[in-house]
């Protein structure tokens, strides 16, 4: 190679380097090709322990860092007549070819296997899915909504359309977000589906950098997504068994989630919102069961003899309560249908997102309200804990 070609090389492998240092958690392989005349020798580097990789080539293995990996390929460029380093992270390709030619580099989208969406009359072909079935297959297949030869089955048709629609009206949040990584938190994440549908969103979607954190108190559900996160590849997800009561989050949250989180945990998800000031929350709550043997209303009693009224009152009571805190917490709310109440009635989402300013008006009114229906929820104990805690940094000390 002439010096400036030399020089060249050197541009490209410091963007390899630099990729793979930063973008390991999204990292899949890397190959390498060397060829003169007609032979041809192959090199594979793949992900070891810690921040090393491993590297196969001519029957031996040995364990090396970014720098000693984008070494290895510079001095065999200068052995070999062609040299080709192709690097694969989620999401993208990189190519860099070193032949007597010179050197080139070429980018392109990972492409997934093209796979044929079912016909199946219930997915609505009129509309733009954003996690798109031909795209998306190994993670679809995995949270089992394809079967193997990659058609979606009749009985997940609902649940695709559900899980997408919501990433349709949470897209926004994250398309407008400016955070060098966005960091989200699943609260009571459970199977962990929306966890991994979100994840490939932000990473696969949008090309954003993104770390997921679900945090689950059944240890099996916690354990079943560690294993799905391993199988897809997607090691910049984590999973925890912990109680939302105690959980401490971790600076700089951008986003909390939850789905169908049972009763409390709702309130839970929300409290851990509000603790980690996270930019923006999305939230479908589920069963409501905590209010409905405390409130009261004054002067209508008589509406609420038939049980069935107490309880359907009690969930509007509840979600309404939940909407009003967070505004009295400082964030500006909206709440939408996300499907139909004909696939099932928990179809609220709640959407806020962090003002940083207080909303005195909001408390009073939420305070007032409180007041008069007689109640005390889960989300406020969390947010009075929140209130009292007294925490010392590490700035505070100098």
């Given at each position: 190679m002439q010096k400036g070609e030399k020089n060249k090389l050197k541009l490209l492998l410091?963007?390899?380097q630099a990729r793979l240092k930063q973008n390991r958690d999204y990292f899949v392989s890397t190959t390498f090709e060397f060829k003169s005349g007609n032979k041809k020798f192959k090199a594979l580097l793949r992900a070891g322990d810690g921040a090393d990789y491993v590297l196969s080539f001519q029957g031996t293995e040995r364990t090396l860092d970014a720098e000693e990996a984008v070494s290895f390929f510079e001095q065999q460029a200068e052995v070999y007549e062609t040299a080709i380093l192709t690097y694969t992270e989620r999401g993208s390709v990189m190519t860099i070819t070193v032949s007597p030619r010179g050197v080139s580099m070429k980018q392109t989208e990972q492409q997934a296997e093209p796979q044929e969406?079912?016909?199946?009359?219930?997915?609505?072909?009129?509309?733009?899915?954003?996690?798109q079935v031909d795209k998306a297959s190994a993670l679809l297949r995995e949270i089992g909504i394809l079967t193997a030869d990659g058609k979606v089955k009749n009985d997940m048709i609902r649940k695709y359309n559900q899980i997408d629609h919501y990433v349709e009206l949470v897209?926004?949040?994250?398309?407008?977000?400016d955070s060098d990584e966005i960091l989200l938190l699943d609260c009571a994440c459970g199977k962990s589906y929306l966890s991994f549908v979100m994840n490939y969103y932000l990473r696969d979607v949008l090309r954003r950098r993104c770390r997921i954190i679900g945090i689950d108190i059944n240890p099996h559900v916690v354990s079943e997504s560690q294993k799905m996160a391993k199988r897809l590849g997607y090691h910049n997800m984590e999973f925890i068994t912990a109680d939302l009561r105690t959980y401490q989050p971790p600076?700089?949250?951008?986003?909390v989630i939850s789905l169908h989180a049972c009763d409390i945990a709702t309130d839970l998800a929300l409290g851990t919102?509000?603790?980690?000031?996270?930019?923006?929350?999305a939230c479908v709550p589920c069963c409501h069961k905590e209010l409905l043997d405390q409130y009261t209303m004054p002067g209508l009693e008589p509406l609420m003899r038939h049980g069935v009224f107490k309880a359907r009152f009690?969930?509007?009571l509840t979600d309404s309560m939940r909407a009003l805190k967070l505004e009295a917490e400082?964030?500006?709310v909206s709440v939408v249908e996300y499907i139909s109440p004909l696939d099932t009635p928990k179809n609220l989402l709640i959407r806020a997102t962090r003002t940083g300013k207080d909303n005195d008006k909001a408390r009073a009114a939420y305070e007032q309200v409180r007041a008069l229906v007689g109640t005390t929820s889960e989300l406020d104990r969390r947010c009075?804990?929140?209130d009292a805690e007294f925490f010392i940094t590490d700035e505070d000390l100098f």
């Amino acid at each position: 190679m002439q010096k400036g070609e030399k020089n060249k090389l050197k541009l490209l492998l410091v963007g390899i380097q630099a990729r793979l240092k930063q973008n390991r958690d999204y990292f899949v392989s890397t190959t390498f090709e060397f060829k003169s005349g007609n032979k041809k020798f192959k090199a594979l580097l793949r992900a070891g322990d810690g921040a090393d990789y491993v590297l196969s080539f001519q029957g031996t293995e040995r364990t090396l860092d970014a720098e000693e990996a984008v070494s290895f390929f510079e001095q065999q460029a200068e052995v070999y007549e062609t040299a080709i380093l192709t690097y694969t992270e989620r999401g993208s390709v990189m190519t860099i070819t070193v032949s007597p030619r010179g050197v080139s580099m070429k980018q392109t989208e990972q492409q997934a296997e093209p796979q044929e969406a079912s016909v199946n009359p219930l997915l609505d072909h009129g509309r733009k899915y954003l996690i798109q079935v031909d795209k998306a297959s190994a993670l679809l297949r995995e949270i089992g909504i394809l079967t193997a030869d990659g058609k979606v089955k009749n009985d997940m048709i609902r649940k695709y359309n559900q899980i997408d629609h919501y990433v349709e009206l949470v897209a926004p949040m994250f398309e407008q977000d400016d955070s060098d990584e966005i960091l989200l938190l699943d609260c009571a994440c459970g199977k962990s589906y929306l966890s991994f549908v979100m994840n490939y969103y932000l990473r696969d979607v949008l090309r954003r950098r993104c770390r997921i954190i679900g945090i689950d108190i059944n240890p099996h559900v916690v354990s079943e997504s560690q294993k799905m996160a391993k199988r897809l590849g997607y090691h910049n997800m984590e999973f925890i068994t912990a109680d939302l009561r105690t959980y401490q989050p971790p600076k700089n949250v951008t986003a909390v989630i939850s789905l169908h989180a049972c009763d409390i945990a709702t309130d839970l998800a929300l409290g851990t919102a509000i603790r980690a000031k996270a930019k923006y929350i999305a939230c479908v709550p589920c069963c409501h069961k905590e209010l409905l043997d405390q409130y009261t209303m004054p002067g209508l009693e008589p509406l609420m003899r038939h049980g069935v009224f107490k309880a359907r009152f009690n969930d509007v009571l509840t979600d309404s309560m939940r909407a009003l805190k967070l505004e009295a917490e400082g964030y500006k709310v909206s709440v939408v249908e996300y499907i139909s109440p004909l696939d099932t009635p928990k179809n609220l989402l709640i959407r806020a997102t962090r003002t940083g300013k207080d909303n005195d008006k909001a408390r009073a009114a939420y305070e007032q309200v409180r007041a008069l229906v007689g109640t005390t929820s889960e989300l406020d104990r969390r947010c009075a804990e929140n209130d009292a805690e007294f925490f010392i940094t590490d700035e505070d000390l100098f």
